[in-house]
């Protein structure tokens, strides 16, 4: 039986998983942004420039950006396998599943595939900043040094 309280948790669900695509999308914009816009010594507002466009890219033509230039290797097929279900959450699901939410199989075989989605999605981001934070520190960047910062940064945040 569909429950207000087990709709609730669909939402949730699938809110989890639009928010948890959105990081991995921006971690995989600004991995492909560094690697084919940014030039060594560019201005900050510049680059910030630059990675405002990009953020405005679909997330398919951020990963065909990458695939042509040959960066992220088999993260790239990953990221692919990740957009066919974001692309299905997003602009199928509803069609496909609302009638039959009532049915306790097809809802929770619904909701199994977004917690799905969400995981992997929350892999490949991890898998992108694993290879972005090493592509940096081949850069000479110190990876450790912007971590720090960033964590003191949110903390201030989140302490404010």
Known sequence: MLTPALLNNIYAAIGAAVWHMQFMEDVLVTCVTMRTKLT???ALRDAHQILAQERRKTLGAMLRDAEQAGIL?????E???????????IHRSMHEVNDHLYDDSVRDAFIERVRTLTDRSIELKSLLY????????AQGIDIDKLEAEALEQFRRIRDA
């Open 73 to 77: 290797g088999s993260v790239v097929g």
């Open 40 to 42: 060594r010594g560019m």
């Open 130 to 137: 694993q290879d972005t934070s090493a592509w940096c520190r």
């Open 79 to 89: 990221a692919f396998e990740v957009l066919k279900e974001r692309n299905w959450l």
